[in-house]
Structures are given as structure tokens and as C-alpha cells.
């Protein structure tokens, strides 16, 4: 068993944090234009300091047309008009501050969008100084200059009539890839980035971290040659010498890759944020949208190993959701029949590992995923893309339309249901996306005024993290026999042993453990006994316990 070193000088902030991801365009709106804003998300500090939060990761408010959401930055150190002024963001964070929690701010950085200056200058001439600030490659036998595609559909190289020269994107045609190569580039971003530090933000959540030392004349994007090299010269230059948290989103990462991020010898990133579990319900080699069932011995097998493989030479991101990711109640719970008991199943299971967790605004009232029967009702663009390339490619309608219904980054983007007012008393004016019609259930001020709501659940599972080193320091051991949807772990620390087991089934499964329960820590179905030693788990139940032997 691995020995875990928790000397008071080498524990930081953020490992015994929980963080809470608002998307600010679907958190609240304060007046009246149908779009979530900085006035908003202060005037709900308060509900985020009850829950127990320490740290909000906020999704991009910088200036943006808003291609992708605000994914595509015009002006990194001005405000989105939408979302309010620079005096808001900093009203923002000195409420969150006083409040005990930490704004990280989400930091897109491999590419902008293509109405920033730097890109509109590089348009101008081959010559222009800030040409290489971007990707540009001149035709191949006529055409793009290699087989790149982009994630939003189609080739990932846009060609530019007055140059005579393709560019670089490997989203949106309007989100061109900066060149890391170019150390002018990245000067400029370690300047941005100390511009917010200095303001006193508490970090950065780095979208597509691991695209910045692509290759494309190789057609490398991720985990480039140089990768690493530019991260350790970012830390060196910016939040190195600050006490923040940094998160990267890497969707290559191995175990091994990820230390390489977060080992804290190498001065790169505190953590990053890992996909293997999100592609399980998905057919291998093929795309998002490619549907299969989920394999519950998979999801162990995955979690698992991540719980165990970093030792102690990196730190977990624990997740279900985000901004870009189904709603979890709906993908693998069930949210008709066992909406409450599932929703608080996948809380317990997650939020009792090892590992920095994550909230995404409207997990902790269990919001679900929001289908619709027409391409017209999607605002995303990703969706919208994949429609259109598979309706030319011979897809049927239908098809199509249950993977945006299962997929789709618009069910997580629904606006945020406050209550059961009119737009879920997101707003007074018309939504800038459709309100789920089940707000009038499912909403805030439901949960607060019921005491076994999944809010509350949310609620004890912070404290209990706060409160117990074993939640944030203990190790973690696989219970390996047991019925295939039962996931069941030991956490161990300091004499001290923790059992969690959750039934991800909408049926019974009987399960057996070793040990004598001391003690009830959490249950979804308020069980005062329980025996581990032969008990049958109902549908979604989830428990943790004491044991002794």
C-alpha cells in the first residue's frame, strides 16, 4: 500500500476543494435579454457558499462573437458585452473571494476566434507581422495541404483567397489555431494570463491544452514533441509563483501522459482532466455520436485504474458532467422512475474518490438531459455541423437526431432551473435556449425545501471531504467480486477503512463485502442498518459505511 505524504506544507488548497463549473450563459440572467451574465452569477453566491463550494470554474466570459459560445476570444483582457463589464468581473471576484471560494477561469489558448486583432492582421499579407502568429500552408496538388479534419466536421484547413494560403483550424473555420511555435505567441498569452493573476483569480481550466504543440505537416495535434516544454515555460512565467489551481483539458491523456502533466517535480500543471470513461458509451475507433450501451465493468475497470495509477505523482479530476457532456442522471441513471435515487448514486460514487471533484451547474438538482425533434431547436454548433455532414453522407433523420438527443452539448446548456416561475426564473425575458419543460419539479427552490433533495446530498458529500482526510488522502481499493453493475471500493487511510458500493441498475443486485459496519456515513435510501455482509441493493442505491476486520 502506497504510503501517502500529507506534510502540511505540501497539501494545496485545491485538493481538498470542490469545484463548481457555471457555464455564465445558462446560470442566470439578470436583465432581462435572455442571457446568463456576471450580475447573475453574483447574485447567486450566496446558494453556491451554501452548498459548500471553494472554487467556481467559469466558462469563458472573455469579448467573443460567440461562434462557439464564447469558445472563439476576440479580446482576452475585455468582457463579453452579454455577460456585463470588467468593474462586474471584478465585483465577481471580490464577492467569491469574500465568500471563501476562487473563480478559475477557463483559458482557450490554442486557438482565437477570427475577429481577434491578431488574426485580422495576419489576413492582411503574407508579410504582416503577425502572420506567423497563426497555421498557414500554401495548397498540395490543388488542394488542402494535408488530410487534418476538424472536430466540428469536415477539413480542418480553411482557405484564404487574398493570400493564396490555407489555415489552420481544428474547430470552428472561425476559431484559427495560434502557432506555439512562435515564441511571440506565446509571450503574448503568458502576458494575458498575468494580467488575470494579477486581478486575483484563483486559476485556469485550460481548454484543449494538449493541441498547443501540434505538428500538422506530421499531422500531430495532440501530445506534440514540444508539449511539455511549453507548459513548463508557461508555469515558469505565470501561475508558477502563484498559489492557484491550473486543470487541463487533455483528451489523449493515458495515466502515464497525465503524470507527466501533474507530477509536482515537473512545474507543469496541478491536474488534468481525463476522458477515458466519457468514451465508453461510445462505438470504439468511431465518434461521439456513434451509440453503444454502457458496459458497467468497463466504467470499474477505467476508474479504477486512474484512482490507483497516478500514486503520487499526479492528482485526479473526479467528473460526470460539463459544458460539452450529456447530463449524467440521463446518460447512465435513470431520470424517470429513479431520477432522485440515481442522481445521488452517481454523487456518492464519485464524490468519495480520491481526487479534486467536479460540479456542473444543475448536477446537484438533478438536471436531465432535454430532447428535441427537429434540427431547428439545436444551437450547437458541433451538433448542427454533424447533422448536415451525415444527412449528405445518407444517415437517416432519425438516427441523427437520437444521437444530438444523447450527445448533444446543448442538453447540458439548457438554462439553470431556479425555480418553477416562468423560464425556471432563469430569466424575464425570452431564453437564449430552450428552458426543460421539467423545471416545475426539478429546480432550486425544490431542493432547498425538501431535506432528503439531492442538493442536500451534494451538500454532506462537500463537508465529508472537508472534513475527513480519508475522503481527500485515503487509498483506494476495487472490491473486485461483485455483480457486474454493483461498483464497490474501499478507501484506507491511517488504520481507518471506508466501504462505498452503489448498484448502477435499475434492478436489485444482492452484494457481500468483508466487515462489520461502525457506522452509516451517507445512503440514498436512508437505510438505518446495513449488513455488507448480505445485502441486497436496491435500484441505484448507493451507500458509504465504516468498517471494522
Same mark, same amino acid.
Given at each position: 500500500?502506497?504510503e501517502?505524504v500529507?506534510?502540511?506544507?505540501?497539501?494545496?488548497?485545491?485538493?481538498?476543494?470542490?469545484?463548481?463549473?457555471?457555464?455564465?450563459?445558462?446560470?442566470?440572467?439578470?436583465?432581462?435579454d435572455?442571457?446568463?451574465?456576471?450580475?447573475?452569477?453574483? +447574485?447567486?453566491i450566496?446558494?453556491?457558499?451554501?452548498?459548500?463550494?471553494?472554487a467556481?470554474?467559469?466558462?469563458?466570459?472573455?469579448k +467573443?462573437?460567440?461562434?462557439?459560445?464564447g469558445?472563439?476570444i +476576440?479580446?482576452?483582457?475585455?468582457?463579453?458585452?452579454?455577460?456585463?463589464?470588467?468593474?462586474?468581473?471584478?465585483?465577481? =471576484?471580490?464577492?467569491?473571494?469574500?465568500?471563501?471560494?476562487?473563480?478559475v477561469?477557463?483559458?482557450?489558448?490554442?486557438? *482565437?476566434?477570427?475577429?481577434h486583432?491578431?488574426?485580422?492582421?495576419?489576413?492582411?499579407?503574407?508579410?504582416?507581422?503577425?502572420?506567423?502568429?497563426?497555421?498557414w500552408?500554401?495548397?498540395?496538388?490543388?488542394?488542402?495541404?494535408?488530410?487534418?479534419g +476538424?472536430?466540428?466536421?469536415?477539413?480542418?484547413?480553411?482557405w484564404?483567397?487574398?493570400?493564396?494560403?490555407?489555415?489552420?483550424?481544428?474547430?470552428?473555420?472561425?476559431?484559427?489555431?495560434?502557432?506555439?511555435?512562435?515564441?511571440?505567441?506565446?509571450?503574448?498569452?503568458?502576458?494575458?494570463?498575468?494580467?488575470? =493573476?494579477?486581478?486575483g483569480?484563483?486559476?485556469?481550466?485550460?481548454?484543449?491544452?494538449?493541441?498547443?504543440g501540434?505538428?500538422?505537416?506530421?499531422?500531430?495535434?495532440?501530445?506534440?514533441?514540444?508539449?511539455?516544454?511549453?507548459?513548463?515555460?508557461?508555469?515558469?512565467?505565470?501561475?508558477?509563483?502563484?498559489?492557484?489551481?491550473?486543470?487541463g483539458?487533455?483528451?489523449g491523456a493515458t495515466?502515464?501522459?497525465?503524470?507527466?502533466?501533474?507530477?509536482?517535480?515537473?512545474?507543469? =500543471?496541478? $491536474?488534468?482532466?481525463?476522458f477515458e470513461?466519457?468514451? =465508453?458509451?461510445?462505438?470504439e475507433?468511431?465518434?461521439?455520436?456513434d451509440?453503444?450501451?454502457?458496459?458497467i465493468?468497463d466504467l470499474?475497470?477505467?476508474?479504477?485504474?486512474?484512482? *490507483?495509477?497516478?500514486?503520487?505523482?499526479?492528482?485526479?479530476?473526479?467528473?460526470?458532467?460539463?459544458?460539452?457532456l450529456?447530463r449524467?442522471?440521463?446518460?447512465?441513471?435513470?431520470?424517470?422512475?429513479?431520477?432522485?435515487?440515481?442522481?445521488?448514486?452517481?454523487?456518492?460514487?464519485?464524490h468519495m $474518490?480520491?481526487?479534486?471533484?467536479?460540479i456542473?451547474?444543475?448536477?446537484?438538482?438533478? $438536471?436531465?438531459?432535454c430532447?428535441?425533434?427537429s434540427?431547428?431547436?439545436?444551437e450547437?454548433?458541433?451538433a448542427? #455541423?454533424?447533422?448536415?455532414?451525415?444527412?449528405?453522407?445518407?444517415?437517416?433523420?432519425?438516427?441523427?437526431?437520437?444521437?444530438?438527443n444523447a450527445?448533444g452539448?446543448?442538453?447540458?446548456?439548457?438554462?439553470?432551473?431556479?425555480?418553477?416561475s416562468?423560464?425556471?426564473?432563469?430569466? *424575464?425575458?425570452?431564453?437564449?435556449?430552450?428552458v426543460n419543460? #421539467?423545471?416545475?419539479?426539478?429546480n432550486?427552490?425544490?431542493?432547498?425545501?425538501?431535506?432528503?433533495?439531492?442538493?442536500?446530498?451534494?451538500?454532506?458529500?462537500?463537508?465529508?471531504?472537508?472534513?475527513?482526510?480519508?475522503?481527500?488522502?485515503?487509498?483506494?481499493?476495487?472490491?473486485?467480486? *461483485?455483480?457486474e453493475?454493483?461498483?464497490?471500493y474501499?478507501?484506507?487511510?491511517?488504520?481507518?477503512k471506508?466501504?462505498?458500493?452503489?448498484?448502477i441498475?435499475?434492478?436489485? #443486485?444482492?452484494?457481500?463485502a468483508?466487515? #462489520?459496519?461502525?457506522?452509516i456515513?451517507?445512503?440514498?435510501?436512508?437505510?438505518?442498518?446495513?449488513?455488507?455482509?448480505?445485502?441486497?441493493?436496491k435500484?441505484?442505491?448507493?451507500?458509504?459505511v465504516?468498517?471494522?476486520?
Amino acid at each position: 500500500m502506497q504510503e501517502t505524504v500529507t506534510n502540511e506544507k505540501e497539501v494545496k488548497w485545491w485538493q481538498t476543494a470542490v469545484v463548481y463549473q457555471i457555464y455564465p450563459r445558462s446560470f442566470q440572467d439578470s436583465d432581462g435579454d435572455g442571457i446568463g451574465d456576471l450580475r447573475g452569477i453574483i +447574485s447567486r453566491i450566496d446558494y453556491l457558499k451554501k452548498l459548500g463550494i471553494t472554487a467556481i470554474w467559469l466558462s469563458p466570459v472573455y469579448k +467573443s462573437p460567440n461562434d462557439d459560445n464564447g469558445y472563439d476570444i +476576440s479580446d482576452y483582457e475585455d468582457i463579453m458585452d452579454e455577460f456585463g463589464t470588467m468593474a462586474d468581473m471584478e465585483e465577481l =471576484l471580490d464577492k467569491a473571494n469574500e465568500a471563501g471560494i476562487k473563480i478559475v477561469m477557463d483559458l482557450v489558448v490554442n486557438h *482565437t476566434s477570427d475577429e481577434h486583432k491578431w488574426f485580422i492582421e495576419a489576413k492582411k499579407s503574407r508579410d504582416n507581422e503577425y502572420r506567423d502568429y497563426y497555421i498557414w500552408r500554401d495548397p498540395v496538388d490543388g488542394g488542402v495541404p494535408n488530410g487534418l479534419g +476538424s472536430v466540428f466536421s469536415g477539413p480542418a484547413w480553411e482557405w484564404d483567397e487574398v493570400s493564396g494560403q490555407y489555415f489552420l483550424h481544428l474547430f470552428s473555420r472561425r476559431q484559427p489555431d495560434l502557432n506555439w511555435e512562435n515564441p511571440k505567441v506565446r509571450q503574448e498569452v503568458y502576458d494575458m494570463m498575468n494580467f488575470w =493573476l494579477d486581478k486575483g483569480v484563483g486559476g485556469f481550466r485550460m481548454d484543449v491544452i494538449d493541441l498547443v504543440g501540434k505538428i500538422p505537416d506530421q499531422e500531430i495535434t495532440g501530445n506534440g514533441p514540444k508539449l511539455h516544454e511549453y507548459l513548463q515555460e508557461m508555469n515558469r512565467k505565470t501561475f508558477g509563483s502563484h498559489d492557484v489551481l491550473t486543470v487541463g483539458e487533455t483528451w489523449g491523456a493515458t495515466p502515464e501522459i497525465a503524470k507527466l502533466y501533474s507530477d509536482p517535480a515537473r512545474n507543469e =500543471l496541478s $491536474m488534468v482532466f481525463q476522458f477515458e470513461h466519457v468514451g =465508453l458509451d461510445q462505438h470504439e475507433g468511431k465518434d461521439k455520436w456513434d451509440l453503444k450501451p454502457l458496459n458497467i465493468a468497463d466504467l470499474k475497470r477505467v476508474l479504477a485504474k486512474w484512482q *490507483t495509477s497516478l500514486g503520487n505523482q499526479g492528482w485526479n479530476s473526479l467528473f460526470w458532467n460539463n459544458h460539452d457532456l450529456p447530463r449524467i442522471v440521463s446518460r447512465w441513471g435513470n431520470d424517470q422512475e429513479f431520477h432522485d435515487q440515481s442522481a445521488k448514486m452517481f454523487a456518492v460514487l464519485l464524490h468519495m $474518490m480520491k481526487g479534486t471533484p467536479y460540479i456542473y451547474q444543475g448536477e446537484e438538482i438533478g $438536471m436531465t438531459n432535454c430532447p428535441v425533434s427537429s434540427i431547428d431547436e439545436v444551437e450547437d454548433i458541433e451538433a448542427v #455541423n454533424m447533422y448536415h455532414d451525415r444527412l449528405a453522407k445518407g444517415y437517416a433523420v432519425e438516427d441523427i437526431m437520437t444521437s444530438i438527443n444523447a450527445k448533444g452539448r446543448d442538453n447540458a446548456r439548457t438554462p439553470m432551473q431556479w425555480d418553477d416561475s416562468s423560464n425556471g426564473g432563469f430569466t *424575464t425575458g425570452k431564453p437564449w435556449l430552450h428552458v426543460n419543460e #421539467n423545471y416545475t419539479t426539478i429546480n432550486v427552490k425544490e431542493n432547498l425545501d425538501n431535506p432528503d433533495s439531492i442538493f442536500y446530498t451534494y451538500q454532506r458529500l462537500i463537508k465529508l471531504r472537508q472534513e475527513n482526510p480519508i475522503v481527500v488522502w485515503g487509498d483506494f481499493e476495487l472490491i473486485e467480486h *461483485t455483480a457486474e453493475e454493483v461498483f464497490a471500493y474501499y478507501r484506507i487511510y491511517e488504520g481507518e477503512k471506508w466501504l462505498v458500493a452503489a448498484n448502477i441498475a435499475a434492478q436489485e #443486485n444482492v452484494f457481500a463485502a468483508d466487515g #462489520n459496519v461502525s457506522e452509516i456515513i451517507m445512503s440514498n435510501y436512508n437505510r438505518s442498518e446495513i449488513d455488507v455482509a448480505n445485502l441486497t441493493m436496491k435500484p441505484y442505491e448507493a451507500f458509504a459505511v465504516k468498517v471494522q476486520g
